[in-house]
């Protein structure tokens, strides 16, 4: 039951490396769950290897602390945001379609990754100085990369006022979690879609709105 010869020695390095990726991921996911429902303060390192089936002593080969679990979820998600978004704008032909293609990117972050945004509301404060300026600087390029598309879209508009404008757009979209209770089963239904569209429809109304 040997290998075959063909087989290169960087193989199950190359394995090792996925797995353990795959591990953080499920780690980081789990957390998101369980900080949203009961808390950052609330949840242990043994409560997020439980849910992974992995031992509490196992997960600090992934993550030094619990800590350091909520910056790589809230640093992660942020940096995420700042690429997909920038890469829609990049993308599209002009302001109005790069427009609609940032909401709709959005939206969809919202509906799935709901645990995120509602983490990011109650333990955003729990994350070391350091962390908190490395989460924020990464939204506050991604708020710019919208301030930029509405520029074009309402000349002459002072920029303070199209940030409120697309803070405005966030607030409205983000409200997902608590709106829009969704459970899990029901991802790909209609109901999703429904309101996913009404999401869409209303950000842009308010985002276009002279």
């Known amino acids: 039951m040997s290998e075959p010869a063909a087989a290169t020695p960087k193989t199950p390095h190359v394995g090792r490396r996925e797995a353990k990726a795959l591990r953080r991921t499920a780690l980081l996911r789990a957390a998101a769950s369980l900080f949203a429902e009961h808390g950052f303060t609330d ?4 409560d997020l290897g ?12 992934h993550f030094p602390s619990k800590q350091a679990v909520l910056a790589a979820l809230l640093i992660d998600v942020s940096q995420d945001l700042l690429d997909g978004g920038a890469a829609e704008v990049d993308r599209a032909p002009d302001s109005e379609l790069a427009l609609r293609a ?5 939206v969809a972050f919202a509906l799935d990754r709901r645990d995120v945004i509602r983490v990011q509301d109650h333990d955003l404060d729990s994350l070391t100085p350091e962390d908190s300026r ?3 600087t990464l939204q506050r390029r991604y708020v710019e990369r919208w301030v930029d598309v509405l520029s074009d879209l309402h000349p002459g508009t002072p920029t303070p006022q199209l940030r409120i404008r697309a803070h405005a757009g966030f607030g409205l979209i983000n409200s997902t979690p608590h709106s829009a209770a969704l459970r899990a089963d029901r991802e790909d239904t209609l109901e999703r879609q429904a309101v996913r569209t009404t999401l869409e429809q209303m950000a ?3 985002l276009l709105a002279r």
């Open 102 to 106: 940032l909401v709709g990117f959005h």
């Open 134 to 136: 490395t989460v924020r």
């Open 204 to 206: 842009l109304a308010a």
């Open 50 to 61: 439980m849910a992974v089936g992995m031992s509490g002593p196992a997960v600090y080969r």
């Open 43 to 46: 949840v242990s390192m043994e």
